[in-house]
């Protein structure tokens, strides 16, 4: 797999923003630099606390988490984001997504998907944002 800062659509990949905000350092630290070297503007925190900070300003399209967070779900980051930006679209990345996309209260700008398997199809989805 060749990493590429364009898509084979041939888009900048550099508008789209993925925020990675996960538990385990050593693969958040990994994704991250997978998408940044193939072009993302893509960024890592490890606390809910620095991400709502950081996301304000940031404002991600697209939220990649862990169910858990230090008290927190991923759900509830991303409906966080959502509300404060409703303009962003939000997508929240989800290994549970059956059950968070039948919450009612979601906020019309989030979007829950399935967590990919492979990176090749985290690329796709994120190059048709």
Not at 5 to 32: F, W
């Amino acid at each position: 797999m060749g990493l590429s800062c364009v898509s084979r659509l041939g888009k900048d990949r550099s508008s789209v923003r993925v925020l990675v905000v996960d538990g385990p350092h050593g693969i958040a630290d990994l994704l991250v630099g997978i998408l940044h070297m193939s072009g993302f503007d893509a960024r890592v925190l490890y606390g809910i606390a620095e991400a709502i900070r950081f996301g304000e300003e940031f404002r991600p399209h697209v939220l990649i988490s862990e169910e858990d967070i230090s008290g927190m779900e991923g759900y509830e980051l991303a409906a966080t984001f959502a509300q404060r930006s409703p303009a962003s679209r939000v997508r929240l990345l989800s290994c549970n997504v059956y059950q968070v996309a039948s919450r009612q209260d979601n906020p019309p700008s989030l979007k829950v998907v399935q967590k990919f398997a492979h990176v090749d199809e985290l690329f796709q989805f994120l190059d048709s944002l």
